[in-house]
């Protein structure tokens, strides 16, 4: 597996009020032929994140069609799981009607936040992304009582899967929070049955984040591909025969840090998809997505 960067796509400069900096976890939606819409998470000048987009042709993707004038999904109201800010999660299509499903931001003392997995669903009519409800469709429980982190839905046959991140601790280090990516199903994509099984764990004591999966099924193998970090992130790559049971190939992976420029200290946040025959893959830099989000395809062999 080798991937070929195609470049920088997008990096917010205070555009907007609300799109200050970062243009983090990018996720592409088909629109029509070769046009897509790349959802993103960005942030106003006190780190609220919210989520916006971009329309982008893929035989041009470095020039930008059209921009959001207004956040798709903002922060909830003042004491809700998602008041300090919405970060995209990822997109799927249910029967002709898209989910949206996003990490809601809670700013707490103690620790520096207490996270919660939301859903919003597209309103055709109006044109817009709505919440299914003011509270998380999964929360923290006696399975996973710290903090979550992001999640990736995938519709497989009759059942939904869903990766997501699990704090294991919290403590006063950064390099304490210990996350690592657990599975959960359900049948309607919204009520999720999960009992702690760790999906994806470290590989070794300098790591202690595991992030923000990306799932795809080539015949009966699931691939995934993740972010992982001890003092940068990297991209990693991992296998699995039932979804469930994962084996970390990251040497596997095919793409690193640049030598200079825009993601030449971490990448991270990966989103795949196929088009026309090819697969493309979206992903963020340094900073976390501060410098942006750029694209690459994956060279046949």
């Not at 995209?88 to 520096?112: A, D, E, T």
């Not at 596997?252 to 993601?263: C, E, K, N, T, Y």
Request: with cysteine; glycine share 8%.
């Amino acid at each position: 597996m080798k991937w070929r960067k195609l470049g920088h796509i997008f990096e917010p400069a205070n555009n907007y009020l609300w799109m200050q900096t970062h243009a983090s976890n990018p996720v592409a939606v088909h629109i029509a032929g070769d046009a897509y819409r790349i959802y993103f998470s960005c942030r106003d000048k006190t780190n609220v994140s919210s989520i916006g987009y971009i329309d982008i042709d893929l035989k041009s993707p470095f020039k930008i069609v059209s921009i959001s004038e207004e956040p798709v999904l903002g922060p909830g109201d003042l004491g809700t799981f998602d008041d300090s800010g919405t970060s995209l999660c990822n997109i799927i299509r249910v029967k002709g009607v898209q989910y949206l499903y996003y990490l809601g931001w809670n700013l707490s003392v103690l620790v520096p936040w207490r996270n919660s997995i939301g859903m919003a669903v597209y309103n055709e009519p109006a044109g817009k992304y709505e919440k299914i409800r003011n509270a998380p469709i999964m929360d923290r429980s006696s399975i996973d009582p710290f903090s979550l982190s992001y999640c990736f839905v995938m519709q497989d046959n009759d059942i939904f899967r869903m990766w997501y991140g699990s704090n294991l601790s919290w403590g006063k280090d950064r390099k304490d929070m210990a996350y690592v990516i657990k599975y959960a199903d359900s049948n309607d994509g919204i009520d999720w049955r999960r009992d702690g099984d760790i999906s994806l764990n470290f590989n070794n004591d300098a790591e202690y984040a595991l992030a923000r999966p990306c799932v795809i099924k080539d015949g009966h193998v699931y691939k995934m591909w993740y972010s992982y970090r001890g003092l940068f992130y990297r991209i990693g790559y991992a296998e699995s025969k039932d979804g469930i049971n994962w084996n970390r190939k990251d040497e596997l992976v095919g793409i690193d840090v640049s030598q200079s420029g825009w993601d030449s200290e971490m990448i991270c946040y990966p989103n795949i998809f196929d088009h026309n025959g090819q697969r493309y893959m979206l992903y963020n830099g340094n900073g976390y997505g501060r410098s942006g989000f750029g694209l690459a395809v994956l060279d046949h062999d």
